[in-house]
C-alpha cells in the first residue's frame, strides 16, 4: 500500500499529461462507501464475471482463479481491494506533500544530472518520511479494525467460503449478534 | 506571572480531559468490568476468567487473529 502509493505520487508529481484527471481518478474509490465497492468486486470477481473473462480472452487461464468462491484465495481478494481503496488515500496524502515541497532542491538535483530514479530516491523520498510514517500507522489501524465492510459484503456475513476470510471484527459481530459461541449459548441455558 | 504561564495549559485543556476521561475512560473501566461477568443482559453474575477462557480456547478466534495479521501485510 505504502509503496504503491508513493510510486503512483511520485509518477504524478512528473507533471505527466493530464495528472489531475488521474488525481482525481484515483481518489475515486475512496470517497465510495466500501459495501459498494465490494458488491461491485464481488460481481465482478465471479467465476465467470468480467474480470475472469477478461484473463481468458488474454489467455492467461492459469490466473482466472474462482476469486471470491475459493478458500484458498478469498483472503488474498480482500485484500488487494482493500489495497485498490486505501491507497488513493495515501496517494492524496503523498502528493499533497510533494506539491508542499521546496522546489528548488528538485530543479537542484536535475541540474546536477540526477536521473528520476536517484531524485526520487535520495531527494523526494527522505522529505516524506513523516507523511510515510503517519500512513503507515494509519494503514495499520485501518487493517487491524476497519476491514468489517469488506468481509461482511464478500463473504456473505459468515466470512466468506468457510472461515477463510474471518476477522476479530467479525467474530465479535457475530458473538454478539447471534450469539453463535457455541459454548456461551450452553451456559445461559 | 511565573506560576501563572505554569497553570495556564492546565486550565485551556482540563476541560476536554475531563470530558475524554468520562467519556471514553469510563466506558472502558466498564467494559473491562463487563468482561468478566456473564453475559446475561446488563448485569450478570462474576465469573472471572471464564468468558476469556472460553474466548481464547475457540480455534475459529485465533483463526480470526491469524487473517488480521496475514492483512497487515498489504501495508509495505
Known amino acids: ?39 461491485v468486486a464481488k460481481q465482478m470477481l465471479q467465476l465467470e464475471g468480467p474480470v475472469n473473462e477478461v484473463l481468458r480472452w488474454l489467455s492467461l487461464d492459469a490466473l482466472a482463479l474462482d476469486w471470491i468462491g475459493s478458500g484458498d484465495v478469498a483472503l488474498w481478494t480482500v485484500m488487494l481491494l482493500i489495497i485498490w481503496r486505501e491507497s488513493a488515500l495515501g496517494v492524496i496524502l503523498f502528493l499533497s506533500r510533494l506539491l508542499a515541497l521546496d522546489e528548488s ?25 513523516g507523511v510515510i510514517e503517519f500512513f503507515a500507522v494509519i494503514s495499520a489501524i485501518t487493517l487491524l479494525t476497519a476491514v468489517f465492510a469488506y468481509v461482511y459484503m464478500i463473504g456473505g456475513g459468515r466470512g466468506g467460503p468457510g472461515t477463510s476470510t474471518m476477522v476479530v471484527e467479525l467474530y465479535i459481530y457475530n ?8 459454548a456461551s449459548r450452553r451456559r445461559c441455558q | 506571572m511565573r506560576t501563572h504561564s505554569r497553570l495556564a495549559p492546565w486550565l485551556f485543556t482540563g ?28 448485569d450478570g453474575p462474576w465469573i472471572g476468567l471464564r468468558n476469556y477462557q ?20 498489504a501495508i509495505p
Open chain 1, 175 to 182: 458473538a454478539l449478534t447471534r450469539q453463535s459461541l457455541p
Open chain 1, 105 to 129: 532542491l528538485v530543479e537542484a538535483a536535475k541540474i546536477e544530472g540526477a536521473n528520476w530514479r536517484q531524485r526520487a530516491w535520495h531527494v523526494l523520498i527522505p522529505q516524506l518520511r
Open chain 2, 15 to 42: 476541560p476536554l480531559i475531563l470530558l475524554l476521561l468520562v467519556v471514553f475512560g469510563q466506558s472502558l473501566v466498564r467494559v473491562v468490568e463487563f468482561s468478566f461477568k456473564m453475559v446475561r443482559g446488563i
Open chain 1, 1 to 39: 500500500m505504502v509503496a504503491l502509493s508513493l510510486l503512483i505520487a511520485l509518477l504524478l508529481y512528473e507533471r505527466v499529461r493530464g495528472w489531475k484527471a488521474y488525481r482525481t481518478v484515483l481518489f475515486l474509490p475512496y470517497i465510495l462507501a466500501i459495501p459498494i465497492i465490494a458488491v
Open chain 2, 54 to 73: 472460553l474466548v481464547l480456547g475457540q480455534p475459529l478466534f485465533w483463526e480470526s487473529v491469524g487473517h488480521n495479521l496475514l492483512l497487515l501485510l
